[in-house]
């Protein structure tokens, strides 16, 4: 990690640290600065061909996933050419604090961290297009995903995707009701505060449930929406 780089992204988003405070995270689990003036910052992971981008006159690739802070600059990439018309706008939630509150005892419930034998099972029941690309499960799993399981194996999982948002949230739904997913949340936040990351995930827009579990744990909603866009050549 560049130092100086790191202390250059720290001022650009000290003007609104919390609108801007995922841009160091998703620097600090492997991104590189693309673009950074005095109107936009853009960091990519060039391997997963995503991006995050804040402000305005983004210099973006048409090749990449986007994670966008404004629709206006949204609207002007679709103007260019740039961006495709698969947007799909997200509330970002984040933690606010810096502990977590203790674990609630759930009945026949033992939370434990994944290992590579249990990849199957995630893939067998989180259904996203993501995570059927080869070695995705498997990178998810090494970087700390958490399961619930009771006498009969595993029944619930939590992880993080590949730009660092909480997400892979599942649990059968022979367990749900019970506080599991609450639960698994909350060992995912104590898992990236252990590492000085921020704890956050994007909720779809009209996502009225999830929202809902995000205050339950403790999760702040910001009031602006950001954008999932992909680029035309995506």
Request: hydrophobic residues 35%; aromatic residues 10%; negative net charge.
């Given at each position: 990690?560049?130092?100086?780089?790191?202390?250059?992204?720290?001022?650009?988003?000290?003007?609104?640290?919390?609108?801007?405070?995922?841009?160091?995270?998703?620097?600090?689990?492997?991104?590189?600065?693309?673009?950074?003036?005095?109107?936009?910052?853009?960091?990519?992971?060039?391997?997963?061909?995503?991006?995050?981008?804040?402000?305005?006159?983004?210099?973006?690739?048409?090749?990449?996933?986007?994670?966008?802070?404004?629709?206006?600059?949204?609207?002007?990439?679709?103007?260019?050419?740039?961006?495709?018309?698969?947007?799909?706008?997200?509330?970002?939630?984040?933690?606010?604090?810096?502990?977590?509150?203790?674990?609630?005892?759930?009945?026949?419930?033992?939370?434990?961290?994944?290992?590579?034998?249990?990849?199957?099972?995630?893939?067998?029941?989180?259904?996203?297009?993501?995570?059927?690309?080869?070695?995705?499960?498997?990178?998810?799993?090494?970087?700390?995903?958490?399961?619930?399981?009771?006498?009969?194996?595993?029944?619930?999982?939590?992880?993080?995707?590949?730009?660092?948002?909480?997400?892979?949230?599942?649990?059968?739904?022979?367990?749900?009701?019970?506080?599991?997913?609450?639960?698994?949340?909350?060992?995912?936040?104590r898992h990236q505060l252990k590492l000085m990351r921020f704890p956050y995930a994007h909720v779809l827009e009209h996502n009225e449930v999830s929202l809902e579990l995000q205050k339950k744990i403790g999760m702040e909603i910001y009031p602006e929406l950001y954008y999932?866009a992909a680029g035309k050549d995506f």
């Open positions: 990690m560049n130092e100086t780089e790191r202390r250059s992204i720290i001022e650009w988003i000290s003007r609104d640290p919390i609108h801007y405070r995922h841009m160091l995270d998703f620097y600090d689990t492997g991104g590189k600065i693309r673009q950074m003036d005095e109107n936009g910052l853009l960091i990519v992971k060039e391997e997963e061909r995503l991006a995050y981008g804040a402000g305005t006159g983004l210099r973006a690739d048409p090749r990449w996933l986007y994670l966008i802070d404004s629709r206006d600059e949204v609207d002007r990439l679709l103007d260019a050419g740039i961006l495709s018309d698969d947007i799909n706008p997200v509330w970002m939630v984040y933690y606010p604090s810096v502990a977590v509150s203790e674990r609630k005892e759930i009945p026949g419930i033992r939370f434990r961290r994944l290992t590579m034998a249990d990849s199957d099972f995630v893939r067998n029941y989180y259904d996203s297009p993501a995570a059927s690309q080869p070695g995705v499960i498997e990178k998810c799993i090494s970087d700390g995903m958490v399961g619930a399981e009771d006498e009969h194996g595993l029944c619930g999982f939590i992880g993080q995707h590949r730009e660092g948002t909480i997400g892979f949230l599942f649990v059968l739904p022979s367990h749900r009701r019970r506080g599991i997913a609450q639960e698994l949340e909350q060992e995912m936040i999932w």
